[in-house]
């Protein structure tokens, strides 16, 4: 259901791009698109700041007259998302490329972003005022309505149902309301998941809130310790995320986990290992399936997993290494993007040159080309082969980090189906439930009478 805002930009385009296209925001500006400009705030404001002072005659940067409005640089969309809808980043951006080709043709200057950092996902569009052809893009009522239509039908290509306008005048909770209230669950659970993570290897509570720190949270020491997430408006007490969060608690699990290191040799007969033994022999005497027990125990004994502590700590671990590869992942591949948006400029401006004559709308695309490639230091031939060598490298370095992130990924899916059946078994009814599901498969299937 998703709702479109706009706003006219009359002068500060280049704040607003720098805006859009935060890291912060788009996921270290994985979540960015253009068209006819690079996905860059500099390179974008000079690619419109051409095109706008080409066709309109006036300047880009000029300050707004001390009476009325001024003229419109750049209009900016915003196409908002009901959190109901539950649809994933990827899908919020992939509508949003839609809709962006759909809606303002292959002439215009767009940079689309998508935002995570608040409560719902959005897409930031900001479009020149004027397309590469000359051609004006007027913002007022009636393409508001059309811009409306095909923001609608870009999200039922994906499933996603449009904005109810029959519901439009009903009694809703204002955004930051309902905000407020979702924070109060939803931040507590992500200090939880960082703590969990850092408590794999930091050395003292001290430590642990130090790394905190560097992440971007607030922490308050004193008789309690509180801390705050970035953008979170209140505090939160340590304690009141869980008996196991308390300065205490922390202080245990740290003492814990380093004494329990290499003090039980892997000959050793476990309890975790012992609880799924003993599973599996009463289920082979039941006929029960023992398959996936027997993977899951397989793998206990290939890492020597000793207690489900020890498994959680390494749960815990891993998704912590997986945020660390995937962030790196996400900037290696926005320069790579950025790099190709590059080289595809570079090859059609070389191109270009190579031609005894040009129309007016290449030779401009000739002249916004030579500026951004000027900006990046590419100025011949020999620079642009250098560019795709740069790619090529960039390319392979992020090869392992991918690895790595599959190979964590992989670890964390075993992990944590051996935690989850070792709390079904935990719970003393495993074996009948296992017993029943099969009984249920091997019954005869019987059509109704007629």
Not at 294 to 316: F, H
Not at 374 to 393: A, H, P, R
Request: charged residues 30%; contains cysteine.
């Amino acid at each position: 259901m998703p709702f479109i805002k706009c706003i006219s930009v009359r002068s500060t385009v280049k704040r607003s791009l720098s805006y859009i296209l935060n890291s912060e925001k788009t996921d270290d500006l994985l979540y960015t698109a253009s068209l006819n400009c690079l996905t860059d705030p500099e390179c974008a404001y000079l690619n419109m700041k051409m095109v706008y002072k080409q066709f309109s005659g006036r300047k880009f940067n000029e300050p707004p007259p001390k009476q009325g409005k001024g003229h419109i640089k750049a209009i900016h969309y915003i196409q908002s998302f009901d959190p109901k809808d539950n649809i994933t980043p990827e899908t919020a951006f992939e509508i949003g490329k839609l809709f962006i080709t759909k809606a303002f043709g292959k002439n215009a200057q767009v940079v689309l972003a998508t935002h995570l950092d608040r409560g719902h996902l959005h897409n930031h569009i900001i479009i020149n005022s004027y397309g590469i052809d000359g051609n004006k893009f007027y913002a007022n009522k009636e393409t508001l309505n059309k811009i409306k239509e095909i923001s609608d039908r870009a999200s039922l290509t994906y499933g996603v149902q449009p904005y109810d306008k029959s519901k439009a005048k009903r009694s809703t909770i204002a955004y930051n309301e309902w905000q407020n209230e979702q924070c109060g669950t939803s931040w507590k659970q992500k200090i939880r998941d960082e703590i969990d993570g850092l408590m794999t290897w930091v050395k003292n509570v001290d430590e642990l809130l130090a790394e905190l720190e560097i992440l971007g949270y607030t922490v308050k020491r004193g008789k309690y310790i509180s801390v705050k997430a970035p953008y979170q408006k209140r505090f939160v007490r340590l304690q009141t995320l869980g008996a196991d969060y308390t300065a205490e608690s922390l202080l245990s699990r740290i003492l814990w986990r380093d004494v329990g290191l290499g003090t039980i040799s892997p000959c050793t007969n476990s309890p975790l290992r012992n609880s799924y033994n003993f599973v599996i022999d009463r289920e082979e005497s039941n006929g029960a399936d023992v398959y996936k027990l027997s993977v899951l125990l397989s793998i206990i004994n290939r890492d020597n997993l000793r207690s489900i502590g020890e498994v959680e700590g390494k749960i815990n671990q891993l998704k912590y290494e997986l945020e660390k590869s995937r962030k790196a992942v996400n900037e290696m591949e926005t320069k790579c993007n950025l790099l190709r948006s590059l080289a595809a400029q570079a090859e059609e401006y070389f191109a270009l040159m190579d031609k005894p004559s040009l129309t007016a709308e290449k030779k401009l695309r000739a002249e916004m080309y030579r500026e951004t490639l000027s900006l990046q230091n590419i100025e011949s031939t020999s620079d642009y082969e250098y560019l795709k060598g740069v790619i090529i490298e960039t390319d392979q370095k992020v090869a392992p980090i991918k690895a790595h992130y599959n190979k964590c990924a992989a670890l964390l899916k075993e992990y944590s189906d051996i935690a989850i059946t070792y709390e079904e078994i935990s719970q003393g009814d495993y074996i009948s439930k296992l017993i029943e599901q099969q009984r249920k498969k091997d019954e005869p299937q019987t059509r109704p009478r007629r």
